[in-house]
């Protein structure tokens, strides 16, 4: 398929979004506006077949849009565990990808054709996309995370994305912030991720005797929704897990020195519930004097944030006088 040189019309970025509930497609303008949007749901207990048919089906209508002469390169950000370097994916919640080589087979889709296609972990391409449009955008070292179902990261460092060789740096959910306890299914013992994601809120919650409302949600929302009226088994859950973080952001901090902690995700959506015990948390785990500074803000794009972090993504794998289109 032939593309417009850059500079007919304005350039543009195809982007995909793939999780374990639903694949979604955009388009992203040359200032990093989602232009156009569409999804469909993941076939998760299907087969490798299955899931790059919903994937080739997505590509099929981005296609099929008048604007597609205009893209430029195709980003994909995944659910994990990804490899970069292999081009390859597999996540967790989609037994059907194992080492899966999603990069070569979204390359071969007839309307791809010769543009570049970069693949990141689902974390990373936020972190792409809340550095490029979001909250970290003003700052030059940025921890970006994802507290959700389980708990992602991404850096950036001296103002640029830090993948690692394989995409996976800043893989914060599996660091270990508790020596006793209980293991972790990745191996190690009391990984962040088991302390801090909505997950393991609701868990805590439970074992602490709390019970849901009449409205019997015994998710990490529910949770939220008592430590709002002042439950304080909800409160101590949520507590518990804002310390957590804090001790992982503060470790991260003093390894590489952040300017900024951006959180998103579901959890973050808990607000102050979340970001208060954080703070206070934090001021007691980043106590040197470089680490002090450190601002913690919550992420701006919300569902937006992997299409566009897709695309920022792509953007960086552009020659430089492509690049430049995309704007800063």
Known sequence: MNHHPAGTDEALLAALDIGGTKIAGGLVGADGVLLHRLQVPTPATGDRHELMA????????LARRPEWPRVRALGIGSAGPVDIAAGTVSPVNLPGWREFPLRAEAARHPAVGDLPVVLGGDAVAMTAAEHWRGAARPYRNALCLVVSTGVGAGLVLDGRLHTGTTGNAGHLGHISVDFEGRPCPCGARVCLEGLASGTAIARTAADSGWRPGPDGDTTATGVATAAKSGDPLALAAFDRAAQALAAGIAATATLVELDVAVIGGGVAAAGDILFTPLARHLSSYATLPFTRSLHLVPA??????????????????LPDGNRTVFRN
Not at 54 to 61: G, I, N, R, Y
Not at 303 to 316: E, F, I, K, N, S
């Open 54 to 61: 919903a994937v080739t089906h997505v590509l099929d209508e």
């Open 300 to 317: 701006r794009l919300g569902t937006d944030a992997g299409l566009v972090g897709a695309a920022a993504l792509a953007r960086h794998a």
